[in-house]
């Protein structure tokens, strides 16, 4: 069989397009292998092939784009399948290129896949007895009862008459209809339209003008035309959905934390009102150290581990262990008493009592089926989980550096560890006890969901945990001299430090990122859709060295640094100790101490022969002075010294590329607002601050998009979840450019416009493809921001609001519900709220203090995230005025 491939895309010179596939031709899963197509003309390339019809039932393949930096683009369609059944002798396809950012595709992603557009079935077609032609195309956006259908300008194709067209049936994601056209000849238009085969009614016509192909039909060749995507609306689908932790949900039956059984009730309330998501913060397991320190869901022990905290007691214990689980009602109730979590309580009570479960249970539960299944599928990460956490009680830390056996991960090691006849099975077995009841509980939880019609979305953390089984188990994967972060913003003025070890890419593209894939896998058993934490952090991560405790004295890692001689160039003059030391004088003492300033000269400071300060050696970090005042009592004075310290650390202009020997350097995020800087004759500060500019703004810009599709596309292509990025913070042009080309959904907030020219974002100019919300985990609410800045609050009500007078001054509940509705009624796919801000348009249900509604404050690294509702789930399901006034919000903004 010969098959040759046509597909129509516009190149320049120097760029090139292939093909590649299961077939020995097209490379056979070879990157390196695949078959360079012919240019034609600017709009077509060509391919042919020959292929034995006895070997092979069908050839899988698809197009990838080479530009003339080497940059390699993807198909969006993806892997394309022509099965060889219907053909024989010569096949002519004619493909229509996908953008990788094309909002249809977000259509196939499992949450619509599985939930929300129904599986349109296939109406009684009549199929010529023999073809010459085969038009297939995708229509993924169905109403009950349509089907696609086919008019053209001859009499196959029903000379466009609407009463008789041409209906098509479903294969797997196309709509096929085939056509004899020997007889025809000569160029023909068609168009695909919208039949309702139940009313037996033409509907409409697809937009834009006619499709044209030329039908001179040669003897013994069959011609398929992939068409794409019909051509309607695609941005006409759009959802809402509710945002809360888990361990913020309260539930009458809970034992003083949200727990997995009550997204059942979550489910109920949000399909009563008609949303259409559940969005979670993590849910992994960051037990290290059982205090109040574990409550950062963002510092995971396990990429894998779902977190005993949420697990349900009663629903372990069943009716065997009824009666011990009912002994703890009086505990019970104390827990669900509380305004807040009380973390370290609730996980003592929680894995004490498992472990008197698992005692009970005998063992039993690995002779169930479905633990056998879970097992199968989880072992990779599941023992060695379950013998590091084993081994952190053991030796009473998660710091394995510190454990006396096992330092090093040892795979042979640890199996034996984990054998069944081993002395430590029971103990690692229990592990296996806890993640199985989790697993299940959780499975249930989202499969109730699914029954109501409503998806679940996950949160992907940008970092592992420094001191959990990742970092472990695979140390060569990740940077662990490194710290990350993020640079200064209004939520954090010296930066975050989230003290996690970077990603080593490099290391993790040798095996196609088989740890992401493997994360992937496992999260889609239960999420429909995730969001990837920081997704900045795929295109440059802000690295800081482990010496440092703020974020200030990180650089963004990689980045192309400044050469000593482009100084020069640029007519600034340099000197390495001026502007990489810490630069300190009377002058800049005076200014950051006051009245400490004689104290801090004469305990942490030493003059050189010349009269200049330096840090003394035992403070020259900000880590030594962190450790030097941890041992100090805690008040304002040692406080304003502490902090003081940190600033002059930190008080430097560059700071030296790793290995250059002195010869490149990288700037001091916000060195314009450095003391050091201050103290620059101004010529020299106004050169200075140019190149600034162009190291942050626009030297990185090329080179940090190759970095991330070096990654996304590969990653993106590795699940069928819906991926949502959270785009916020310092973002490069590249960026946004990136996510639409891969047609990852952005995420866009009323209060952080990505246009630096605007105090506000509009959600009227929210693009589709994106997530619109007034705030999230990591901000104060709508009501808590309304009181920080009286100045911006008024702003905001007169232009945003389109309000007159002056601003009322607490957020009262028609506010809340003009905010909410501008959302609502943007033209984002998802407009999400914390549930805080749905119930603060009700005076009755919302919370007296908006301040206690705030889940996480960025600029506080030991922040407790103890946020907890404030009202029962079941109270909320009652509240038939306020639901059923949200549920007409929702409905008539076309989100229902």
């Known amino acids: 069989m010969r098959i040759d491939f046509y597909i129509r895309y516009r190149t320049h010179f120097g760029q090139n397009l292939f093909i590649e596939g299961n077939l020995p031709q097209l490379g056979d899963g070879v990157p390196e292998a695949r078959m360079p197509m012919q240019f034609l003309n600017e ?27 080497g940059q390699q683009v993807n198909d969006g369609e993806g892997e394309r399948i022509l099965s060889f059944k219907n053909f024989s002798g010569h ?35 009549k199929e010529p007895k023999t073809f010459t032609h085969l038009f297939r195309i995708k229509a993924p956006l169905l109403a009950n009862g349509e089907v696609p259908c086919l008019l053209g300008s001859c009499d196959a194709l029903a000379n466009w008459n609407t009463e008789e067209p041409v209906l098509m049936s479903r294969h797997g994601d196309w709509w096929e209809a085939k056509a004899d056209l020997s007889d025809e000849a000569g160029p023909i238009a068609y168009k695909y339209g919208i039949y309702n085969h139940k009313e037996e009614a033409f509907v409409r016509f ?67 009102v008609g949303l259409k998501i559940i969005q979670l913060l993590p849910i992994n397991d960051t037990n290290a150290t059982f205090t109040a320190k574990d409550s950062y869901p963002y510092a995971a022990i396990s990429a894998f581990a779902l977190h005993p905290v949420y697990i349900n007691l009663s629903k372990v214990g069943g009716k065997k262990s009824a009666a011990l689980v009912k002994d703890l009602g009086k505990t019970q109730k104390e827990l669900n008493s509380l305004a807040a979590v009380d973390y370290e309580a609730v996980i003592k009570l929680k894995l004490d009592t498992l472990r008197q479960l698992y005692e009970l249970d005998g063992g039993t539960f690995r002779e169930e089926k479905e633990y056998e299944t879970f097992f199968l599928n989880n072992s990779h990460w599941l023992m060695p989980y379950a013998a590091f956490s084993y081994l952190r009680d053991k030796w009473g830390t998660p710091d394995f550096s510190k454990w006396k056996s096992h330092q090093v991960f040892d795979q042979t090691e640890i199996e034996k560890l984990c054998l069944p006849k081993s002395k430590t099975f029971k103990a690692i077995a229990f592990w296996y006890f806890v993640q199985y009841h989790l697993h299940l509980q959780l499975l249930d939880a989202v499969q109730y969901t699914h029954k109501k019609g409503i998806a679940v979305k996950g949160d992907i953390p940008i970092g592992i945990y420094r001191y959990g089984v990742d970092a472990w188990t695979a140390p060569q994967l990740y940077n662990m001299d490194q710290q990350a972060g993020a640079p200064p913003d209004d939520f954090a003025v010296s930066g975050q430090n989230w003290g996690f070890p970077t990603y080593n890419w490099q290391r993790m593209q040798e095996d196609g990122f088989s740890w992401w894939r493997q994360r992937f896998e496992q999260m889609s058993y239960y999420f429909d859709a995730f969001r990837i934490d920081h997704i900045l952090g795929f295109f440059r991560i802000w690295s800081i060295p482990t010496h440092a405790v703020e974020g200030l004295l990180g650089v963004f890692v990689p980045a192309l640094p400044i050469s000593v001689a482009e100084f020069g160039e640029r007519g600034i003059w340099f000197d390495a100790d001026r502007c990489c030391k810490p630069y300190i004088t009377d002058w800049v003492l005076e200014k950051v101490f006051g009245y400490h300033a004689d104290a801090v000269r004469s305990q942490f400071l030493y ?290």
């Open 43 to 69: 709009d077509w390339w060509q391919a042919s092939i020959e292929v034995d019809e006895n070997e092979y039932r069908s050839v899988h393949y698809q197009y990838v784009f080479i530009d003339e930096h």
């Open 607 to 896: 003059q050189d022969d010349h009269g200049a300060y330096h840090m003394q050696e035992a403070y020259n970090t900000q880590q030594k002075v962190a450790a030097h005042f941890a041992q100090l009592p805690a008040n304002s004075d040692n406080d304003a010294i502490k902090l003081g310290l940190f600033q002059l650390i930190a008080n430097v202009l560059l700071l030296e590329h790793p290995g250059s020997g002195g010869q490149a350097f990288h700037f001091r995020i916000s060195m314009d607002q450095t003391l050091s800087f201050q103290a620059l004759d101004e010529h020299l500060k106004g050169r200075l601050h140019e190149l600034y500019i162009d190291y942050f703004f626009r030297r990185q810009d090329a080179f940090w998009k190759e970095e991330a599709m070096k990654k996304l596309p590969a990653l993106k292509a590795a699940t069928k979840m819906l991926i949502c990025g959270e785009d916020l913070g310092m973002v490069p042009h590249s960026v946004p450019q990136v996510m639409q080309q891969l047609g990852i959904l952005s995420l866009e907030i009323q209060r952080m416009p990505k246009d630096i020219t605007r105090e506000f974002f509009h959600p009227k100019d929210a693009p589709y493809l994106s997530v619109i919300t007034p705030s999230t985990h990591d901000m104060s609410t709508i009501r808590g921001w309304w009181e920080e800045s009286r100045e911006k609050t008024q702003h905001f009500y007169n232009s945003v609001l389109e309000a007159w007078g002056q601003a009322p001054y607490y957020c009262e509940p028609w506010v809340v519900r003009a905010i909410l509705l501008q959302h609502l009624f943007s033209p984002a796919m998802w407009s999400i709220f914390q549930l805080q801000d749905l119930l603060g348009m009700s005076e009755s249900l919302r919370r007296q203090d908006p301040h206690e509604e705030r889940i996480n404050n960025p600029a506080d690294p030991n922040h407790y995230w103890n946020y907890r509702m404030h009202l029962t789930l079941e109270q909320l399901g009652k509240e038939k005025g306020y639901n059923n006034e949200l549920r007409s919000y929702i409905h008539n903004s076309g989100r229902a």
């Open 206 to 272: 697809e937009e834009d003008s006619n499709r044209l192909f030329n039908a001179d039909h040669l003897p013994g060749r069959q011609v398929v035309l992939q068409d794409g995507f019909i051509r309607v609306r695609a941005n006409k689908w759009k959802g809402a959905g509710v945002a809360i932790p888990v361990f913020s949900l309260r539930s009458q039956n809970s034992m003083g934390i949200g727990e997995f059984t009550d997204i059942k009730l979550l489910a109920d309330w949000a399909s009563e």
């Open 91 to 125: 096949v002519t396809v004619y493909d229509a290129w996908v953008f990788s950012g094309s909002p249809e595709l977000s259509f196939y992603t499992a949450p619509f896949r599985n939930i929300f557009l129904p599986q349109v079935k296939n109406p009684k077609v």
